[in-house]
């Protein structure tokens, strides 16, 4: 018996082939021919990721409690004990936490990360008796949480006209510090305008160099040469 | 045990879901009776010392030594070359099976290459003939006498006696890299059984040998392929088949270790189209120029060089498996997109011939390749095994169909389930 579209010869009895999966016409229904190799499987080799993982996790409770127990034992509070724990646990949850999984999606875990650390430099500033965490860091956090997270969505989905991407974001971080002068100057006081200008002006440049050569196919052609792009 | 040249780099670039394995096996015409092949087993221990070994780690360098006793012999997987855990490796890496009428044996790379892993698996066959039928079969055709003492030059690192000193310095550009759907813990085989003399007609009507005629096809097919996937021309990546090149041949060694050497002749798709016949002639151009003994000795000079650097030697083994992992990925792997390893026309002595149906060949994938492709004739007919990781047969289906085309008939084989794979979904 033969696969029609293949043209290939194929054992007695196959149902399609294996190459197409084109079903073969097998009008006198031939009985299936031996088959070639046991229905046996290897036991699938152990993950040593989970073990790892798990020490990883015990390492830093025991690092976070041997420091809570050392503040409250000696300094009778929690004190500095708090940015260790805190610390710890930002370490675990942006770092050891994604690969407990099989599949790590950075659109859930980069924002996950971003809003831990806002989550910390929240206690600091709580702890510090501060009032800067509402009109600066939690902004700005977020400020490049957003960014990240634009800029890993751009480039997973589809490597299609890296150029214009790649000048866009670079755009975009450019007029993003100048929001960060004004939440800076919000927060702190100062004069508007005395660093921002400078990334603004070099990463605005660099950023519109590359988008024309994303839209100009001789720029981009020579810019790809020149970059291994 | 030292490894050989060749077989350093196998340990070193290991994954933990990827080992260089390869197999050879005989298909009888009557079942394998395993208690028998356990004593035919045992009984080659003493003739083969350096296949019967297990890798050890030592403070510079991975060593083989001996087992203290013989692998048992085990049924068959769904699959050949399932993953050699380290345990395995260092318990033993010689694995022998059975499946109905077939006796398969499969290497670890570093023990030895594709014309070692033949002689062995001859010897092997020839014995347990002889046990099960009473045959008296001569040491010839590759079968060695079992009850001689292993010869010095057997167990020699051939490349250090071939080296000219002089290192060839080719700077080759990357090659396309094929991909696909990966599949753990499943290996899809594909068999293709051609009689001999329509492959051979097919090879001369283009003016080639077979190795040359395959490879040609191989590669016609992928640069096809590569010509729909990407219509810019520009774009487009050098495609190459790697051929390894048995050295015995070209230095008359008799080594059973590792003694070969690939080249990676192939064509740069940006120049333009190539006729099958045009690939066929610079594919034999190619091979012919890069296979000189003279050329091969800077090869392997190139390898064996920095084998002898004191400092080099002097570096523990954790870091140098690093640095080789390093320079495999960038100089090895990277510079073709598949292998065709064509073993040649395998004969056997012609007492065992009545009791021996087939004999094949199968390579394993390589590290980052998803397929690769073996080659062996005997009988009057050539299997061509394509082994892949991945789940789409497309470069099977295109280069068998091929084959189809050029008047080479094909009968198919596949260890493909009909129905979905437990766990394929995952």
Known sequence: MYCVKCGVRLPEGTARCPLCDTPVWDPEGSASAAPTFSDRYPAPPKSRRYPFLAFLTALLLAVSLSALIFCLRNLHGVYWSGYVMLGCAL?????????????????????????????????????????????????????????????????????????????????????STMLVELFQVISFGGRMFTWSLYPVCAFSLVGLFLILCGVIPPWRAYVERKLFL | MRLDNAALIFPAIRRRRWVNVFRVSATLTEPVEP?????????????????????RTGVFWYYLEEVPAPPTVREDYAYPLTLMQEKELRTCCLRIMYFRNRIAVEFFHS???????????????????SLRYGLEIPAEEGVLDWQEAPRAEELEDSFFRHTNGVTLNDHEPDALRLKGTYEPNFLYLTTGVVPTQSLVEASHRCGATVTVFLSAVMEETILRWQAESCPNRRKRKPVKVTVPINLRRLYGSSTLRNFVLALNPGVDPRMGDYTLEQLCKRMAAQLAAEGTPQQMAGRIAANVN????????????????????????????????????????IRLPAAMEPYVRRMEFIIGTQRSYPNNCSVASYGGETYINMIRNIREPELERRFFSRLVELGVPVYLESNAPESPRKGAES
């Open chain 2, 111 to 129: 023990l030895t290459d594709g014309t070692g892993g033949m002689v062995y698996l001859k010897t092997l066959t020839a014995r347990y003939l």
């Open chain 2, 306 to 345: 920095p084998q002898n650097v004191t400092l080099i030697r002097a570096v523990p083994l954790p870091i140098k498996n690093v640095i080789m992992g390093i320079v495999y990925s960038m100089r090895g792997e990277s510079k073709g997109c598949i292998n065709l390893s064509n073993l040649g026309r």
């Open chain 2, 35 to 55: 208690a028998v092949l356990q004593q035919a087993v045992t009984e080659l221990m003493p003739r083969f010392p350096s296949m019967y070994v297990r890798l």
């Open chain 1, 91 to 175: 370490v675990y949850f942006a770092v050891i936490f994604p690969f407990w999984f099989e599949r790590r999606e950075p659109l859930i875990f980069v924002p996950l990360g971003f809003l831990l650390t806002a989550g910390y430099l929240l206690y600091i500033c709580l702890y510090t008796g501060g009032s800067w965490f509402l009109s600066f860091a939690f902004p700005v956090t977020m400020l490049v949480c957003l960014l990240t997270t634009a800029a890993i969505a751009l480039f997973r989905f589809g490597k299609r006209r890296r150029l214009l991407k790649i000048g866009a974001l670079l755009v975009l971080i450019g007029c």
